[in-house]
């Protein structure tokens, strides 16, 4: 089991950058799929990007590709997400999500995850 903890969130305007980290418990983080969803009021979770056991593969959301990055350094037992040129539309709280899984896969659907964080919250001011 793996507990997950988000930070890194805020107040910016568009245009501006935040990198939001996941920091992980346990030795087996390189055992984990992660991935970064976010939810915006009255709305449903969303997918946001993911990455796989060794950070070698990774995949985003039509609407932040080329703007968020995410990584991982398994050595700290940490996640990141980059995100630049941030939007309004990009205002949510964001949530860290891993699962156990065989190398070199990757997962975009929530339920597919079964250990989250508590969420951060990111708001982009026009």
């Known amino acids: 089991q793996v507990q997950l903890e988000e930070s890194g969130g805020g107040l910016v305007q568009a245009g501006d950058f935040l990198r939001l980290s996941c920091a992980a418990s346990?030795?087996?983080?390189?055992?984990?799929?992660m991935g970064w969803f976010r939810q915006a009021p009255g709305k449903e979770r969303e997918f946001v990007a993911a990455?796989?056991?060794?950070?070698?593969?990774?995949r985003y959301t039509d609407s932040v590709k080329a703007r968020f990055t995410i990584s991982r350094d398994n050595a700290k037992n940490t996640v990141s997400l980059q995100m630049n040129s941030l939007k309004p539309e990009d205002t949510a709280v964001y949530y860290c999500?891993?699962?156990?899984?065989?190398?070199?896969?990757?997962?975009?659907?929530?339920?597919?995850?079964?250990?989250w964080g508590q969420g951060t919250q990111v708001t982009v001011s026009s």
């Open positions: 346990g030795r087996t983080f390189s055992s984990y799929a």
């Open positions: 990455i796989t056991r060794s950070g070698g593969t990774t």
């Open positions: 999500a891993g699962r156990r899984s065989p190398l070199g896969t990757f997962y975009v659907g929530a339920s597919d995850y079964p250990y």
